[in-house]
Each structure stands twice: as C-alpha cells, then as structure tokens.
C-alpha cells in the first residue's frame, strides 16, 4: 500500500469516530460473565463458615481463612504457613511491602526514609504500576533488560550484590508483563543463590500469571521460595498473587507468601493496620477455585488465546514488512511486547489515539515513562473483543507504517 | 455477701471453665444473621453494573460507585462528591492517612518523618486501635480527658493552636469508643473553628457508629465538614465511617470523606497503590442498605439494647454497693465505659481472666496502654448471647466486689 493510501485509510478511521481500548490488561465481559456460579456460591448463613469454624461475617483471623490459604499455596508452589489472604488488590500489598520498608525498615535495617538515596532495580520493559510505586517513595530506578529467559542475571548481581543502597527489584516471574518471558529454572536459581550487599534488600516476586497459560505448551515456573529455603535466603523474597485474571478484576482476592520469620514481622505491621480482610470474599472464591480452577482458565484461555492469534496475524505482516518491528508470541499473560523502529514508539501511540484508538502510552513499561530508545509498545488485546480487536488491529498497523 | 462467698463463688466459676469474651465489639452472630439477603443481593451477571454503567466485576472507578457514595454521603451528612469508598476497613484507610502523612507530607508540608518529634492529641479514654497507629510511626500521644460533651476543647486549641509539633487529634464523635459521649453541637463547632500552628495538622473523624442507635433518645451529630466548609477549614477534616457494624464486621465497605482538594492530593496516592477497592461488595451494599438501611439498624438496636440493659442492672448494684465506681449510660454504639476505685482495673481485668472472662485489657483504652489511675474498663457486651452475658457479669461484679 503507497503513503497516499495509508492516509486515506487512517483518515476514515478518525471521521468514524471510533473508540477503541487496548491500553489495559482488562478481561473480557466475557471471561467475566463466564463466572457467574461465584454470585452466589454463598447463599445462606449457614455457609458463611470457613473449615475451622471461624464465621467470615465477623472479625478476626488476620493472616485469612486455611482454605484461601490453601488454594494460593498450590498456585504459587508454596506452604499454606507461608500465605496471608488479602483484599482485592495485589498491588496494595506490595505497596504496603515498600511502605513497610520505608516508614519501620526490613530485617531490623534502619528504615529506607532514613537511609538516604535508595535504589531499586527495574527490568525493562516491565509494569509500569511497580515502578510507579518505587517512584512515588523517591527511590532511584536502575533499568535491568529483560534477556530471553529473565532479567540480566549478571546486571542484577552486580548491582545487588556490590551496592548497599540497592535494596530491591521488581520481577513478574512468568509471562512477564509485558514481555511474555518466563524465568528460567536457571534464572529461578540464580535469584535463590543471590547475596545482596543490603541486608534489607527484598525481591518482590508478582507471580501475577502462575496459571494463565493459553495453549498447549504452558511454560514452567520453578517455586522460588523453596529454591531459596534451601539456600538460606528465603528472607529476601515477597512473593505476590492475586484472582484478579482468575475471576473478577476488581473483586476477587490477592495474596503475599513469604518466609515464616517475614511474615511474623508482617503481621506485625498488618495488625495495626486491619482487623482483617474479607473472609466472605476468601470464602466465595476458595470454594469455587477448590473445584474449578482448570476448568475456568480454560476457558479464559480459549477466549484469549483467539484474540493473541489474530494479534500475531498482523504483526507478522508487520514484522516482514519493516525492518526492526518484532514481537513476542507468550505461551499465556496478558500482553503482547511490540517493539517499532526506534525513535517511532511515541509517534505509533500518538496516531493510534488520534484516531480514536487508546494504547498504553509508549514509554509506559519503562521507569518514569521513559525508553530510550522509544521503541516499546505493550499490546494489551484481551478487553475488545474479537471483531473490535480486529479493527484496532487493522488500525494500529496502518499507524505502524505511516511512522 | 461477705468475703468468704464471695471467693467461693469465684472459685466456682474458676472450677467450672466456661470461658467468656467480652473483650471485642463484635456484633452477635444473631445481627449478622439477619443480613442473609445481602448474600444474595446479586445474582447474575446482569446485575453486576453500577447506576453509572461500570462493570463492578472489573477494573475502574477509583473512587468508588455512585450508590455507595450516595449511602455514605447519606450517613456521614455529606455531599457524594466528598467520599471515597474503599474497602472492607476503615482502619485500614486511617492508617493510609496517617503513611501519608508520614512519608509524603500532606498539604504541601515535608513529611512527619522528616520534621523531628510529631505529636498527637489523643482524647482519653479512647480507641486503642487508634492510639496504635500514630505509636507504630512513632508520634508521641497526648492525652486529651473526655468530658460530657467531647474532648476538653480548651486543651485541645492550647495544643493544637500553640505547638506546631502537634499534627492531628483522634476522635470518635458519636458514641465514643468507649466513653458513649456524642460531640455536643458546640464542640464540632469549636473544631470547625479550629486554628492549628501547624498547617498540616489533621483532625481524623471516626464516625463509626453514626447510625448506631439503639434508643427513642439518640443523640444527634452536626456535619462538621459543613461546619467546617462555612468557614473555610474543610482541609482539616478526614471522615471515616464503614458498614462494619451495620452489615458485616469482616466483610462490609468504608469510605472516607474530605475537601475535594484533599480528595484529589488522596486519589494520587491511592491510584497509585491500587486500582480499585471491591465493586461488588459497594454494589451489594449499596443496594441492600438504599432501601433497608432504617430496618436494619432498628434490629441490630433491639438486640443491643436488651444486653446494655442488663449491664446497666448489675452496674447500678456495683455503683450502689462501691465508692468510686461508675458507668456510662449512652444512647447507642458498642460499648459500656466503667470506673473502678482508683487502681483496681488491672486487678479486676486480671481476676476475671484467671476465671474464664475476657475483658479489654485495664488501661487499653489510653495511648501505649497507661491508664494514669489505673481506673477505666472497656465492657464489650455485644458478642456473648444474652444468657452468657448475664454469667459474665455476675462474674465480673465478684472480681469487681473481690478487687
């Protein structure tokens, strides 16, 4: 297709006026709608008790109910002891994790807010919400690339193992948002056997896709925290979980999992904060993910898993068409990593949401909203639907090849 | 009875092992019997959507629903626009408060952490909830007496108005936890007309039991952010409430309301640590309480109102029989706030404990745990079931009579 063509095409899409979203990691009404059986899971009162008697209308058991515990333990390759059940938002917690370690310090360290300058390692590209959150407490982002198999192994123990103001980094361990990687059993290893300079140093593990594969070859994640019980250093991890792609979005249940002595100190801190979370909210989703778990992210995953094919469709074309676009084909996850031209990211978004369709801003998956190389784009295809995506999809490569 | 009964009646109790709590407000499990339609308030995937559209079973809407805003707007006697709905505790958004305070100053101030020694008025008796948040961060407490009609607002404006150090004061304004007393229309005037030397000086509103009436007598509230609107101090004013004793303690909804500047400094936080409190516990709530709100409250009064009567029996007889022993009387809440003899609370507590009966631990109710004079007990006659109520007050007026 010649220049002039292209623009004739982008021109009939912006007189449309069309809305599109791909910006987010939402799932489909669809996925949503396929879970109606937990509406009501709960019905009388009689049910509103866990397994050991406790009633989840009323107060008390702060680290959550043993069933909820339960679930989240198989999910993350962990021990029931090693969980505490949440609200309905992981992010939350990690947040807390951060604001524990700034405002009373980690492992009897003095706290962050009193160390001076503290760094926090940031593989790149990755979620923009970690980063906001280490960025909103002052800390400097050291950027990490994400190689093929996890973060740079090397980059990270240089900077963690020799810089004593370096006390963190962020990992989304499978099907990292948003490059799809997967650590490697290796990678897992390397991060249990980690000596970090800081004795405060944490590694906070968002295991936010531990079952969200969506085709016949799911990868493999190693249990990190078993790895490093075996090595001694099962201190440093913060191992986080949510439903919030297994059932609803915005109302299901998270989790952290975390060594005993951690967690100890944790509830410490959690106890003053709360009287506890919703059981009823455990209760609910424990009892329906107990029975059909498999069977829900299957379902989830047939419907995905269409809308990532069509996705990879039309960045094959795009990918024999221009020198230097690629893209990733995770086995599961929520994103698709595009890279543009270098130098074409902020322009490729700036025409898509000219047009009426709505990208995550470029530069997004890096620290502060900065690439670069201004050459990263996160797909995020699962909210549209299929006809919609299609459209958007047809959209974002004319955007592609007029940049 | 003479002394020699009175041990062995004590003795008798001792032998028998019943154990009795009444340490906690918790609600009964015959009020949250009552709220089984809430179970099932939703029911299909149709019903998921709030008054504005939005899919409550995914992401969005930061700051809430529209009707659940409106249902504590209603409560709270404030515009909708003022509140942010947040999750199953308001504790919790408290404490958030409070971190921001501590690590990111609030209203254009460096944060508490970085300012020296900060301290905080803490009206006495009062919440040891609360005093534990602001000792977690390291305030220093400043003990506030109670009167009649509210914290003694002399010293209040002494502090608050003189010493910039001084950055907030606790209250609970309606049906104190534990005292009962309601802020007379003069005090949340008095607040309104508050100067504090200290520009980031906050008043945290805990308007737990606004609707917590159990009487033909309730006490009445002013709004103290209209108050405080008419003059210009709304900034000062931090409004909590939650559903935690109207629906259910472990899995209700809370909100807080403030100035729409602050709202605006809190949502950029907030957006940050989460996407979103739980939609459809707001949905749910909100529907059940926009047309059961009255209903629910005279149930939960009537139940309430048998157990305070029956305290109030066996603590006339102890204030007939013992010099220096009074109690309050108040017209709803959870909580009966009862003097011994100076120096005999720890005594009493410790004595019904060794028999079975969990009491609030003597000097709970006062910063760090120290009741100067050793006086004040927190009764908590709402869990135990009439009858169990009935046993532990025969105990407890022993231990009373035997201290």
């Known amino acids: 297709m010649n220049k002039c063509d292209l623009e004739k095409q982008y021109n009939a899409y912006k007189a449309s006026g069309t809305i599109l979203d791909m910006s987010r990691g939402k799932p489909a009404t669809e996925q949503l709608d396929n879970l109606s059986p937990l509406l009501t899971e709960i019905k009388r009162n009689s049910e509103c008790y866990s397994e050991n008697g406790m009633d989840c209308r009323n107060y008390g058991g702060l680290d959550g109910i043993p069933e909820a515990k339960s679930i989240f333990a198989n999910i993350l390759g962990v021990s029931s002891e090693n969980v505490v059940v949440c609200g309905n938002s992981s992010l939350n917690i990690m947040y807390d994790t ?45 950027n990490i690339p994400v190689l093929k198999d996890g973060p740079d192994m090397e980059l990270v123990r240089k900077y963690a193992e020799n810089d004593p103001s370096v006390k963190g980094i962020w990992c989304v361990p499978k099907y990292s948002n948003p490059t799809g990687v997967t650590f490697s059993d290796k990678v897992v ?27 016949d070859t799911p990868d493999k994640l190693l249990s990190v925290l078993k790895e490093a019980q075996e090595r001694g250093t099962q201190d440093l991890f913060y191992i986080y979980t949510s439903t919030s792609k297994i059932t609803w979005s ?20 959690m106890g003053i904060k709360t009287i506890g979370y919703d059981k009823l909210a455990m209760l609910r989703h424990a009892r329906m993910l107990n029975e059909h778990l498999p069977e829900i992210m299957r379902g989830h995953g047939d419907i995905i898993r269409a809308k990532f094919e069509l996705c990879y ?4 074309k795009l990918e024999r068409e221009i020198e230097g676009f690629d893209f990733s084909r995770p086995n599961g996850g929520y994103f698709i990593n595009v890279n543009v031209p270098a130098g074409k990211a902020k322009r490729v ?25 201004d050459r990263n784009i996160r797909i995020a295809p699962t909210y549209p639907s299929l006809r919609e995506l299609e459209d958007a999809l047809r959209l974002f490569s004319i955007c592609v090849l007029l940049a």
């Not at 978004?349 to 190389?373: M, N, W």
């Open 250 to 269: 915005g109302a299901g249940i998270s989790c952290v999992a975390m060594s005993l002595a951690n967690k100890e100190r944790y509830l410490k801190i």
């Open 98 to 142: 951060i604001s524990n370690g700034y405002a009373f310090g980690l492992n009897g360290c003095e706290p962050w807010s009193r160390q001076g300058m503290v760094k926090f390692l940031c593989p790149v590209p990755g979620y923009d919400r970690h980063f906001a959150i280490t960025s909103l407490f002052g800390f400097e982002s050291v």
């Open 313 to 316: 469709k039309y960045f094959a």
């Open 189 to 215: 290893k390397e991060f249990a056997a980690l000596k970090p300079a800081a004795k405060d140093f944490i590694v906070m593990w968002d295991n936010a896709y531990a079952v969200h594969d969506f085709n």
């Open 349 to 373: 978004v700036s025409l898509a949401a000219q047009a009426g369709l709505k990208i995550t801003p470029a530069g997004a998956t890096f620290p502060d909203g900065i690439d670069p190389e």
